[in-house]
């Protein structure tokens, strides 16, 4: 099913490449937000579990994708405008659930602290709020190559560390892919990187406690990169959390085998599909038609 594509204009300061893909049965509707470098490609295996269930949202970053052509890219974007970003797009499509990937975790949370209303629960997958000695070191390298505006060097970066589990046709794919980014999207995530290895911790724990929503966190068995264990330090600082590991699987999911997409859609939609429980927070209800922004 093809999904219904417009451009939203994010207070006369971004445009965001949206898809909407409707499920006429469904009474949610969830968001997705990408990781680093990527488009609305990635959820290519993850929207096949999620739309018989939902309405899926997805979207490219001002810098990426089918959002470049119709923004400016004078200066990177911070993490602060993703989030303001990801907030009016809940907004305009009326979203109820969320759902993150690696380093879209920081937006998502950011975003998730300001206690959107309509949000009554969030996924985030492949993320930590640690910078562990792996991906530190990923972080060191991937800034020299981004710095030099070499995609090939970053292309093959990616595959020999998070992508490593991934097969090899999505290798060839990913590494075309980023190898052939233009430069503003190599400085984009330069700049992020900067940002966040300079930070005390990238997802600023202290906001944390203003979110009130349960959240699942899901992470490869054996991604050392944002490592299952690394994970659990939410739990001291989130009052509704829950964690998921999936068996034999590195940093990429659900897109690394058959088993491992099994195994998420099963997670996931066990936990979003859940009764919600009764919020303290008396947030309020809203409707549940779906807007679609022109």
């Known amino acids: 099913m093809k999904p219904a594509t417009a451009v939203v204009d994010i207070h006369r300061t971004f445009k965001v490449h949206?898809?909407?893909?409707?499920?006429?049965?469904?009474?949610?509707?969830?968001?997705?937000?990408?990781?680093?470098?990527?488009?609305?490609?990635?959820?290519?295996?993850?929207?096949?579990?999620?739309?018989?269930?939902?309405?899926?949202?997805?979207?490219?970053?001002?810098?990426?994708?089918?959002?470049?052509?119709?923004?400016?890219?004078?200066?990177?974007?911070?993490?602060?405008?993703?989030?303001?970003?990801?907030?009016?797009?809940i907004e305009q499509f009326q979203v109820n659930y969320l759902l993150?990937?690696?380093?879209?975790?920081?937006?998502?949370?950011?975003?998730?602290?300001?206690?959107?209303a309509r949000i009554e629960k969030a996924v985030i997958t492949s993320f930590s709020p640690l910078l562990n000695e792996p991906m530190l070191d990923y972080l060191e390298k991937g800034m020299t190559h981004?710095?030099?505006?070499?995609?090939?060097?970053?292309?093959?970066?990616?595959?020999?560390?998070?992508?490593?589990?991934?097969p090899s046709l999505f290798k060839r794919y990913n590494h075309r892919h980023i190898s052939s980014l233009d430069s503003h999207e190599y400085l984009q995530l330069h700049a992020h990187i900067n940002q966040v290895v300079h930070m005390d911790n990238h997802c600023q724990m202290e906001c944390l406690a203003a979110i009130d929503i349960p959240l699942l966190f899901i992470n490869g068995e054996h991604d050392e990169y944002t490592s299952p264990d690394d994970v659990r330090v939410f739990a001291k600082y989130l009052s509704d959390c829950q964690f998921a590991?999936?068996?034999?699987?590195?940093?990429?999911?659900?897109?690394?085998?058959?088993k491992a997409w099994l195994q998420s859609q099963s997670v996931m939609l066990k936990f979003l599909?859940?009764?919600?429980?009764?919020?303290?927070?008396?947030?309020?209800?809203?409707d549940l038609h779906h807007a679609i922004a022109v």
């Open 146 to 166: 981004l710095q030099a505006i070499d995609g090939e060097k970053v292309g093959q970066l990616v595959n020999s560390t998070i992508g490593k589990y991934l």
């Open 100 to 116: 993150s990937f690696s380093w879209g975790g920081v937006a998502a949370m950011l975003a998730l602290a300001q206690r959107p």
């Open 18 to 89: 949206t898809e909407f893909y409707a499920n006429p049965s469904a009474r949610k509707t969830i968001i997705l937000i990408n990781g680093s470098l990527a488009t609305t490609a990635a959820f290519a295996q993850t929207i096949k579990y999620l739309q018989p269930q939902f309405n899926v949202v997805l979207y490219d970053q001002p810098y990426a994708g089918q959002s470049k052509p119709h923004n400016s890219h004078s200066r990177p974007i911070s993490k602060e405008n993703e989030a303001t970003i990801l907030l009016e797009l």
């Open 245 to 258: 590991t999936i068996d034999n699987t590195g940093h990429f999911l659900d897109m690394e085998h058959k």
């Open 273 to 286: 599909q859940a009764p919600a429980r009764i919020s303290s927070s008396n947030r309020p209800q809203h």
